[in-house]
C-alpha cells in the first residue's frame, strides 16, 4: 500500500506541475496581449475584460497547484481540500464555457460573431475596431467568421495575408490582388494574393476547455484518494496507539 501511495502522490505532483505551467502560459499570454495590443485593448471592455480573467485564472491556477503539490508531499488535509474545492469551481467554469461556446461555433448560432464581423466597412476611415479584428485574425491566422476569406467579399483586410512562411502551403488560398484592403497606400495592379482560408472559430478554444475538464478531473479524484488513503493511515496510528 506504501508503494502505491509514493505513485500516486508522485503522479499527482506530476499533474499539479502541468497545472502550474499552464497557469504560467496564461499569465504570460495576458501579459503579451495587455502590453503588445494595450491600445486595441483599451478601446473595447470586453477583451480587456479577457485579459483580466486570463490574469485571474492564471494567478489562481498556481497558487492551487502549489497547494495540491504542498498537501500531497507534506501529508495536510487542509490544502488538498482546498484543492477540491478549486477544482469542482474549475470544472463548472469550464463546463459552462464549453457549452456556451459549442452554441455559438454552430453556424446557426453565429449571429452575434457574424453581426460583430459585418458591421465594419474596413474601407471606410476612422473604423476604431479594425486594430481588433486585425490582431485577431493575425495572431490566430484565420480569416472571416463563417466560411473564410470570402466572408469579406472584396474587401478583404490585409491581416488575413499569410505569413511568408505559411504561402504555398494547405492553410493559404489565392485571392484577386485588388480585393486586399492595405494598411498602406499600395498600387496593385491584379495579380493573386495568399490569405488564410480557416475563419475564426471556437472549435480550439473548446478542445482545449475539454483538456482542462479531463485533467481537472483527473486531478480532483486524485487528491481525493489521498485524502482517503490519509485518514485510512491516520486511524490505523490512532488505533495502534490506543493499543
Same mark, same amino acid.
Given at each position: ?14 499533474? #499539479?506541475?502541468?497545472? &502550474? =505551467? ?8 495576458? =501579459? ?12 473595447? *471592455? ?12 492564471? &494567478? $489562481? ?7 495540491? $503539490?504542498?498537501?500531497?508531499?507534506? *501529508? ?20 459552462? %464555457? ?28 476612422? %473604423? #476604431?475596431?479594425?486594430?481588433?479584428? %486585425? ?20 474587401? $478583404? ?8 512562411? %505559411? ?6 488560398? #489565392? ?9 498602406? *497606400? @499600395?498600387?496593385? *495592379? ?21 483538456? =482542462? ?10 487528491? @481525493? ?14 488505533? #495502534?496507539?490506543?493499543?
Amino acid at each position: 500500500m506504501g508503494r502505491f501511495n509514493i505513485w500516486l502522490r508522485r503522479l499527482f505532483v506530476f499533474i #499539479n506541475v502541468l497545472f &502550474a =505551467i499552464g497557469g504560467i502560459i496564461l499569465l504570460a499570454v495576458a =501579459i503579451y496581449f495587455h502590453y503588445r495590443y494595450f491600445n486595441v485593448l483599451k478601446d473595447i *471592455e470586453l477583451m480587456y475584460a479577457i485579459t483580466i480573467v486570463l490574469y485571474v485564472i492564471g &494567478a $489562481i491556477t498556481i497558487v492551487v497547484s502549489c497547494l495540491g $503539490i504542498y498537501g500531497a508531499l507534506k *501529508e495536510k488535509k487542509w490544502p488538498l481540500v482546498v484543492y477540491c474545492v478549486w477544482m469542482v469551481l474549475g470544472m463548472i467554469v469550464f463546463l459552462v %464555457d464549453v457549452v456556451v461556446e459549442d452554441e455559438t461555433a454552430e453556424p446557426q448560432k453565429f449571429s452575434t460573431v457574424e453581426e460583430y464581423f459585418r458591421q465594419f466597412q474596413l474601407d471606410e476611415e476612422g %473604423d #476604431n475596431h479594425k486594430p481588433f479584428i %486585425d490582431m485577431y485574425q493575425s495572431e490566430f491566422q484565420c480569416c472571416g467568421h463563417l466560411t473564410g476569406p470570402q466572408d469579406w467579399g472584396r474587401h $478583404i483586410p490585409a491581416s488575413c495575408l499569410c505569413a511568408e512562411e %505559411d504561402r504555398g502551403s494547405s492553410i493559404c488560398q #489565392n485571392v484577386n490582388a485588388s480585393y486586399i484592403v492595405w494598411d498602406e *497606400e @499600395v498600387h496593385v *495592379e491584379g495579380g493573386q494574393e495568399q490569405v488564410y482560408k480557416m475563419p475564426c472559430t471556437f472549435e480550439d478554444m473548446i478542445g482545449l476547455s475539454i483538456g =482542462i475538464i479531463v485533467l481537472n478531473l483527473v486531478g480532483l479524484v486524485l487528491a @481525493v484518494v489521498l485524502l482517503c488513503q490519509m485518514r485510512k493511515s491516520s486511524g490505523v496510528t490512532s488505533i #495502534n496507539t490506543q493499543a
